[in-house]
């Protein structure tokens, strides 16, 4: 019903109406007063079930213009405290970033005398710029830095606080609202220094309310870019205004502090400009064909949008020489594995392609096209590629046992543990299992994938899911904390020749070495680390060669003959656009 009045159009059903009535004052007695006051009735009707009622009316469509026409990545954006010149942060062309600042109508940016940073928030009343200094990854679409104070006149940055995600300042600009990511957890300070919430998993986009009595922010329980919209008022605990978005990024208050506008989308990757009240009603204020991260609202109602093509490949070669491949199938495949030999890939889609669910694919490394598997958020195959593990369900209840070709799909029930990391055994039979059940610390489980039994297999705080090809260790753990796990004596060891940033991709077809690598700038460096000697030797330098628009190269895994490797790329290209809404 609601969506035949919004096609005819409220002011159509106006229109006929007040025509009937009139056509009833010329031939009276034919009933024409009474159709044009049901058509009066319909305009109230289309309007309330439509979202149009008085008072509580959409904004007409907006006219759009774009800021930016560089290749690259917009860093932060906000309105210059007079609304009339833009300013953001920006990598173009695959250099470092850059504050520049710009004017409507005009397609060039002047680059300003500031500090290689992140633009995190900007004072409207003082001036005063807050920058993320020595911007590194903090998690996927996110970044950390140290938090740094300069005027936007220019000079020299004065050093705050280290990894700070977002800021925001009071309207008079005395105080600042902070996040600050910690090792376990993600810390809201609210002003400067005093603690409002701390939670452990991802927080970002604080925004302190136009009276300075609330701050908002979007939490990320999943780890990702899911998540919800809340507030925290002078006291109490924190208040849910919208919640269930698969992707969420981009929040700011309504000039007159009665909404909280937000970028997200309950499917896909195609983020929409929305609006929810502080009482909890939301609304669409407008969508377009890519995907959109709100920047900033100027206190006349005008929304500075980022425009955003992101997109994640991966990529497959060997240490032994021969060209990389590009394996991806959809916008976003990543958490890639391998079968032994090499030969099979598997992936997860989790963009636009994969649907309103994540999605599980398995891909031949010749080319040959992708089969879907199943739903899911993360996978590994067996050493023969025959099977493959999905972690399934909200929050990873279940761990999904499938064929990869005919056979017979099993379901393990593992809402007891909070999944970390899993791999196969060399006996295609068992997974090991990083996880932590409830009230205890992560350890390392064996999961039989034919009878479903879940059996601790290390002490606590031992994280070891990968497993050597001669079926006698397991190694993984924490930063700076790599181990070795002897299955024979029970032992653990430390790796030596580990470093603190390493992470590991597998183990040497031998045995004898784990692969590790480090993510650098642009590149991933490969070493090969001997568990014996403790040697640590380079093996290669993977990626590195584009740079434009690069977020992140990640999840490196070797394959069990020591040799194929696949590895996923994320790249993010945007422009910034003004938009300004008809009423």
Same mark, same amino acid.
């Given at each position: 019903?609601?969506?035949?009045?919004?096609?005819?159009?409220?002011?159509?059903?106006?229109?006929?109406?007040?025509?009937?009535?009139?056509l009833?004052?010329?031939?009276?007695?034919?009933?024409?007063?009474?159709?044009g006051?049901?058509?009066?009735?319909?305009?109230?009707?289309?309007?309330?079930?439509a979202?149009?009622?008085l008072?509580?009316?959409?904004?007409?469509?907006?006219?759009?213009?774009?800021?930016?026409?560089?290749n690259?990545?917009?860093?932060?954006?906000r309105f210059s405290?007079?609304?009339?010149?833009?300013?953001?942060?920006?990598?173009?062309?695959?250099?470092?970033?850059?504050?520049?600042?710009?004017?409507?109508?005009?397609?060039?940016?002047?680059?300003?005398?500031?500090?290689?940073?992140?633009?995190?928030?900007?004072?409207?009343r003082?001036?005063?710029?807050?920058?993320?200094?020595?911007p590194?990854?903090?998690?996927t679409?996110?970044?950390?830095?140290?938090?740094?104070?300069?005027?936007?006149?220019?000079?020299?940055?004065r050093?705050?606080?280290?990894?700070?995600?977002?800021?925001?300042?009071?309207?008079? /600009?005395?105080?600042?609202?902070?996040i600050?990511?910690?090792?376990?957890?993600?810390?809201?300070?609210?002003?400067?220094?005093t603690?409002?919430?701390?939670l452990?998993?991802?927080?970002?986009?604080?925004?302190?309310?136009?009276?300075?009595?609330s701050?908002?922010?979007?939490?990320?329980?999943?780890?990702?870019?899911?998540?919800?919209?809340?507030v925290?008022?002078?006291?109490?605990p924190?208040?849910?205004?919208?919640?269930?978005?698969l992707s969420?990024?981009g929040?700011?208050?309504?000039?007159?502090?009665?909404?909280?506008?937000?970028?997200?989308?309950?499917v896909?990757?195609?983020r929409?400009?929305?609006a929810?009240t502080?009482?909890?009603r939301?609304?669409?204020?407008?969508?377009?064909?890519?995907?959109?991260q709100?920047?900033?609202?100027a206190?006349?109602g005008?929304?500075?949008?980022?425009?955003i093509?992101?997109?994640?490949q991966?990529?497959?070669?060997?240490?032994?020489?021969?060209?990389?491949?590009?394996?991806?199938?959809?916008?976003?495949?990543?958490?890639p594995?391998?079968?032994?030999?090499g030969?099979?890939l598997?992936?997860?889609?989790?963009?636009? /392609?994969?649907?309103?669910?994540?999605g599980?694919?398995?891909?031949?490394?010749n080319?040959?096209?992708?089969v879907?598997?199943?739903?899911g958020a993360?996978?590994?195959?067996?050493?023969d590629?025959?099977?493959?593990a999905?972690v399934?369900?909200?929050?990873?209840?279940?761990?999904?046992?499938?064929?990869? /070709?005919?056979g017979?799909?099993?379901?393990?029930?593992?809402?007891?543990?909070?999944?970390?990391?899993?791999?196969?055994?060399?006996?295609?039979?068992?997974?090991a299992?990083?996880?932590?059940?409830?009230?205890?610390?992560?350890?390392?489980?064996a999961?039989?994938?034919?009878?479903?039994s879940?059996?601790?297999?290390?002490?606590?705080?031992?994280?070891?899911?990968?497993?050597?090809p001669?079926?006698?260790?397991?190694?993984?753990?924490?930063?700076?904390?790599?181990?070795?796990?002897?299955?024979?004596?029970?032992?653990?060891?430390?790796?030596?020749?580990?470093?603190?940033?390493?992470?590991?991709?597998?183990?040497t077809?031998?045995?004898?070495?784990?692969?590790?690598f480090?993510a650098d700038?642009?590149?991933?460096?490969?070493?090969?680390?001997?568990?014996?000697? /403790?040697?640590?030797?380079?093996?290669?330098?993977?990626?590195?060669?584009?740079?434009?628009?690069?977020?992140?190269s990640?999840?490196?895994?070797?394959?069990?003959?020591?040799?194929?490797?696949?590895y996923?790329?994320?790249?993010?290209l945007?422009?910034?656009?003004?938009?300004?809404?008809t009423?």
């Open positions: 019903m609601a969506e035949m009045f919004s096609t005819l159009g409220t002011w159509n059903w106006l229109v006929f109406g007040l025509l009937l009535m009139g009833e004052l010329m031939l009276p007695g034919v009933f024409l007063f009474w159709v006051l049901a058509a009066l009735l319909v305009v109230g009707a289309g309007g309330y079930f979202g149009v009622r008072g509580d009316h959409a904004p007409g469509a907006p006219t759009i213009t774009q800021l930016t026409f560089r690259g990545t917009v860093r932060g954006a405290p007079d609304g009339a010149t833009v300013l953001y942060a920006a990598a173009w062309d695959g250099e470092p970033i850059a504050m520049y600042s710009t004017r409507p109508g005009n397609p060039e940016s002047s680059a300003l005398n500031l500090p290689t940073a992140d633009l995190l928030a900007l004072s409207p003082t001036s005063e710029l807050a920058l993320a200094l020595k590194r990854i903090d998690a679409f996110f970044t950390a830095g140290t938090l740094a104070r300069v005027p936007l006149s220019g000079g020299a940055p050093e705050v606080l280290e990894s700070v995600t977002s800021a925001s300042y009071t309207a008079d /600009g005395s105080q600042m609202a902070v600050i990511a910690t090792p376990t957890a993600y810390r809201v300070e609210y002003p400067l220094g603690e409002r919430l701390t452990p998993y991802l927080i970002s986009d604080v925004r302190v309310s136009p009276d300075g009595k701050v908002a922010f979007i939490p990320h329980p999943g780890g990702g870019d899911d998540g919800a919209v809340q925290l008022g002078p006291s109490g924190p208040r849910t205004l919208s919640s269930g978005w969420i990024g929040l700011a208050w309504s000039p007159d502090g009665r909404e909280l506008w937000f970028t997200a989308t309950e896909g990757g195609l929409a400009l929305r929810v502080v009482d909890g939301q609304r669409l204020l407008y969508r377009a064909p890519e995907r959109l709100l920047e900033d609202v206190a006349d005008r929304v500075l949008l980022s425009g093509t992101l997109q994640s991966v990529h497959f070669g060997s240490f032994s020489g021969k060209a990389e491949r590009d394996l991806s199938w959809f916008d976003y495949p990543s958490a594995s391998l079968s032994a030999d030969t099979r598997s992936f997860t889609e989790s963009g636009e /392609g994969a649907g309103a669910n994540y599980i694919f398995v891909r031949p490394t080319g040959d096209p992708a879907r598997i199943a739903d993360a996978s590994v195959l067996s050493r590629g025959r099977r493959i999905i399934s369900g909200p929050s990873g209840k279940s761990l999904v046992i499938a064929p990869t /070709g005919p017979t799909t099993r379901s393990i029930d593992i809402h007891n543990y909070g999944f970390l990391a899993f791999d196969w055994f060399v006996d295609n039979r068992r997974i299992l990083v996880a932590k059940e409830q009230g205890k610390l992560p350890r390392t489980y999961v039989d994938a034919d009878t479903g879940v059996t601790p297999l290390t002490d606590e705080r031992v994280r070891v899911p990968f497993a050597s001669d079926g006698e260790w397991l190694t993984g753990g924490m930063r700076g904390d790599r181990v070795l796990y002897n299955l024979r004596t029970k032992a653990t060891v430390p790796l030596r020749g580990s470093e603190h940033d390493d992470s590991t991709a597998g183990w077809a031998d045995s004898r070495a784990v692969i590790v480090q700038d642009h590149a991933l460096q490969v070493f090969r680390v001997d568990i014996t000697s /403790g040697v640590r030797s380079p093996i290669a330098t993977i990626g590195g060669s584009d740079t434009t628009g690069f977020v992140q990640g999840e490196l895994t070797v394959a069990a003959d020591g040799d194929h490797y696949a996923s790329v994320t790249r993010q945007s422009h910034l656009y003004l938009l300004k809404f009423e």
